[in-house]
């Protein structure tokens, strides 16, 4: 019995060593041209001529090619779409992940503000009863005399900037009334009496 184990623990010893070996050519032999594949007699192809024939289309196949047709303009379509509406969501989206980084990290005492600015929209809409147009005008109004409570600087050069743009509608009004409307058109007062 020992010389059973001994003979198999000799080469299971052995597979449990490694080592490299490194194939060099002599330097002396003669440099031997390499032999192509199809040379070689395991790799010979038979000499024939192939035809490609196209095996004749089913019902399905039919139908479904005349469905791809019928919405290829559709499908470019949605594609041409999704390319241009893609840059906007995504400017959209990193405007709004911006804004809640800054809505997380709020300088101190924004969101006092804040709820001051939007109780006095709030207050705006209740006192706009009656026409659209005190809808849509006094919420803003009382908004940004709210705003303009916390914020003056910014409040004086929007006004500023406002009023200077007033002033040139006022004179463009004035261009119009003088170059464009006739005498006939005008309704004179003293003319009715």
């Not at 969501?89 to 006092?112: I, R, S, T």
């Amino acid at each position: 019995m020992f010389k059973v184990i001994q003979r198999s623990v000799g080469p299971a010893s052995l597979s449990l060593l490694t080592f490299r070996v490194y194939a060099a050519p002599k330097k002396d032999s003669p440099h031997k041209s390499y032999m192509r594949t199809d040379e070689l007699s395991l790799y010979s192809v038979p000499e024939g001529h192939s035809k490609y024939v196209e095996e004749p289309r089913t019902q399905l196949e039919e139908n479904i090619s005349q469905l791809r047709h019928r919405c290829e303009p559709y499908t470019s379509l949605c594609q041409e779409v999704y390319s241009h509406t893609k840059p906007k969501v995504e400017h959209f989206v990193q405007w709004g992940v911006d804004n809640y980084n800054y809505l997380q990290n709020a300088p101190p005492g924004f969101f006092p503000r804040l709820s001051v600015i939007g109780f006095a929209g709030f207050v705006g809409l209740l006192l706009a009863r009656g026409t659209k147009i005190k809808k849509l005008v006094y919420p803003p109004f009382f908004m940004g005399l709210g705003a303009s409570v916390y914020y003056p600087q910014q409040a004086i050069t929007i006004a500023q900037v406002t009023g200077e743009r007033l002033q040139g509608y006022i004179v463009l009004e004035d261009l119009w009334k003088q170059n464009f409307q006739k005498p006939g058109n005008v309704k004179n007062s003293s003319g009715n009496k």
